[in-house]
């Protein structure tokens, strides 16, 4: 039963994360959609990555660091958004979709945290770093560990 609750959660997280890229960009579903199947593979492979984490480590929750980096690779790897013609649209934000829903997932699951556990403290990304990231995630070869190492060092070193 927790464990389909947190499956669900997931899936919000994901589709939350797909309007709120909409908004930011002004942006709408003609121009990038959300294709269902491979939302669920993210899910299902994510949760098998959280799954062996819990059972090699014999703990009961991984952190939110983990969480944002283990998202954050599902999403950069089956690319859930598929853009449609964009031809007329002048933004880095059809390119870079799936990244930077990778980094939406993310960086609201790792406030969420800092919510609950009743810190005043908010994850912002300068513009020069979060270029350089989106290019990395979208570019070069990285895994949930690495993301998870790189998160947990934007959280401790945001203002």
């Not at 609201?108 to 995630?137: H, P, Q, W």
Request: hydrophobic letters at 40%; proline letters at 1%; aromatic letters at 12%.
């Amino acid at each position: 039963m927790e464990k389909t609750k947190s499956i669900n959660d997931t899936l919000i997280a994901l589709v939350t994360g797909y309007y709120s890229l909409l908004d930011l960009f002004n942006l709408s579903e003609e121009d990038i959609a959300m294709d269902l199947e491979k939302a669920n593979e993210v899910i299902e492979r994510y949760w098998r990555d959280v799954d062996r984490l819990k059972r090699f480590h014999k703990i009961q929750a991984i952190d939110c660091h983990k969480i944002a980096g283990y998202l954050t690779y599902w999403i950069c790897k089956i690319k859930p958004l598929q853009t449609k013609d964009t031809s007329n649209i002048e933004s880095n934000a059809v390119r870079e979709a799936n990244e930077l829903l990778a980094l939406i997932v993310a960086v609201g699951r790792i406030n969420c945290s800092e919510m609950y556990l009743d810190n005043d403290k908010e994850v912002l990304l300068r513009s020069e770093f979060l270029e350089a990231f989106l290019y990395t995630l979208r570019y070069r070869p990285l895994n949930g560990d690495l993301l998870s190492i790189i998160y947990y060092f934007v959280d401790k070193f945001s203002n």
